[in-house]
């Protein structure tokens, strides 16, 4: 008589249980909002939201959010199309000039436009700092993308009888759309929670409101409030990219590799191109260096504390490392999920990753608060916890470069891998991480600028006694103290640049080169 045998029960894959895991974790700053909002009294809560103040403060938020980002698509995948396309003079040089922005913290470059005059506070001028400060994130994945698309597609559409024009837009700008939209949904979200920069131009978002209400409220309801809205739109940006990426495969299979298209000379729209990133640079990079040149040398606060501006860098570079180094490994999974098991469920984790980077970091750090000092008090005011802060606020930095490296591994290297007996855990350590280690270290590097360069939570988190170039300028810049806040700010720019630089190396997903 044949033995009966329980069926073997099938384990979900580690990757997705610990994909799941990190979503869980991104998603507690909403359950905080959500649980403190339901608190609200439902007559107080209809108060606080409709209001003349409130519908300011969305048309506000909403117009620079449309205003940046179709800018920052514009003028992104204009500068990556004359680099990467083109014969442009000076190629080079222009590669390390358009990346270079990232070493240049927003809130820096609106104390540098506001120290010089007064008239970029506003809309205008809100556009105008935050555009020069957030396009590179679509000028990098752009101009991966265009290096690494086969031009074979667009000469056949040339062989066909289009024009150069018209195969451009048929063979061309549909491969462009994932990284043009991917980088204008990291605009948008980092203009959701944009503080700083905003603060200084005078220019009130849900963002700004949020911490005034704290302020002025410690944790009250008109703040939660506010978030909630900030969620909201949020997760209109997270459905509007969704709904129009589609989806594309970019691994490509078969025998050969793609040939690498030959940039082209610009001719007669070589000195419009030149002018045009010239005056690019000028004003990105140009005007806050000045600035802060000018505060260094002729501000009448201007002061030089050498064991204090060495103790805020040995601690930002400190803090730094450890929360790239933590996000990144963090990531992985979620990029993982997001690229290999594209079905529902696992949009549905990626998405849920991205929610807690849209809301200021007051939220974040509140949140992250009210649940230690309930369920963990033993990580309360500990570098521990203020890594979780960094690693919920700039997760899709690192997850989309590693997402962006790991498309391009056909996944049939893995199933052939597995088939020989290869363990699962033994895959991904041995044939996916080495071909992704380029996507690891451009996703490090992302997380790396943005830590040197936050604020709201480090100020709120750090143990005490820690104190950032970020807070310390944030101090001296809030008393209009511009010369003692420029050597911090010139530090931060100098501990960026090399992060920046390696963004620019070929092979580096989201590189230029």
Request: aromatic share 6%; hydrophobic share 55%; glycine share 8%.
């Amino acid at each position: 008589m044949p033995t009966l045998t329980a069926p073997r029960r099938t384990r979900p894959p580690l990757g997705l249980v610990a994909a799941v895991a990190v979503a869980v974790l991104t998603l507690v700053p909403l359950g905080f909002v959500v649980v403190a909002s339901a608190r609200a009294e439902p007559g107080a809560a209809v108060a606080l939201l409709f209001r003349a103040r409130v519908g300011e403060l969305l048309l506000n938020t909403v117009g620079l959010v449309v205003a940046t980002t179709t800018a920052c698509a514009v003028v992104g995948t204009a500068a990556a199309w004359v680099v990467v396309r083109t014969t442009v003079p000076g190629r080079p040089v222009w590669v390390g000039l358009l990346a270079a922005p990232l070493a240049v913290p927003a809130f820096v470059n609106s104390y540098a436009w506001v120290s010089m005059t007064s008239a970029v506070e506003g809309f205008a001028g809100a556009v105008l700092v935050t555009t020069l400060s957030y396009f590179p994130f679509v000028a990098l994945p752009v101009a991966a993308t265009l290096r690494g698309l086969d031009p074979v597609h667009e000469e056949s559409a040339r062989a066909l009888g289009l024009g150069p024009v018209e195969a451009v837009r048929r063979a061309v700008l549909p491969a462009l759309r994932p990284a043009v939209l991917g980088g204008s949904l990291l605009v948008g979200l980092h203009l959701l929670a944009e503080f700083g920069a905003l603060q200084m131009l005078r220019f009130p978002t849900f963002t700004t409101a949020i911490y005034d209400a704290y302020e002025s409220s410690f944790a009250g309801p008109a703040a939660t409030l506010l978030a909630a809205v900030l969620v909201l739109l949020c997760l209109v940006l997270l459905a509007g990219e969704l709904r129009l990426a589609g989806r594309t495969r970019l691994a490509r299979v078969g025998s050969g590799t793609a040939r690498p298209r030959p940039p082209r000379p610009a001719g007669r729209a070589t000195p419009l191109a030149l002018l045009g990133l010239a005056a690019l640079v000028a004003l990105a990079l140009g005007v806050p260096l000045a600035a802060l040149g000018r505060w260094l040398l002729e501000g009448t606060s201007t002061a030089f504390p050498v064991a204090e501006l060495g103790l805020a860098t040995v601690t930002t570079l400190g803090i730094a490392v450890g929360g790239a180094a933590v996000t990144t490994l963090l990531a992985l999974p979620i990029a993982w999920v997001a690229v290999r098991r594209p079905g529902r469920f696992g949009r549905l984790v990626e998405r849920s990753s991205w929610v807690g980077s849209s809301l200021p970091g007051i939220v974040v750090a509140l949140a992250l608060v009210t649940v230690s000092v309930r369920a963990l008090p033993a990580i309360y005011q500990t570098t521990a916890l203020l890594l979780v802060a960094y690693a919920i606020l700039f997760l899709p930095r690192a997850m989309v470069a590693i997402r962006s490296a790991l498309a391009q591994v056909p996944p049939e290297l893995d199933d052939v891998a597995r088939s020989l007996g290869v363990h699962p855990a033994a895959v991904m350590a041995r044939v996916t991480l080495p071909l992704v280690a380029r996507g690891l270290g451009a996703g490090s590097a992302l997380v790396f600028l943005a830590v040197v360069t936050e604020l709201t939570a480090t100020l709120l988190l750090a143990p005490i006694g820690t104190d950032t170039l970020a807070t310390q300028f944030w101090g001296h810049a809030d008393a209009v103290a511009y010369g003692a806040a420029a050597p911090y700010a010139a530090l931060m720019v100098l501990i960026s640049a090399p992060a920046a630089w390696l963004l620019t190396r070929r092979g580096v997903p989201g590189g230029l080169s």
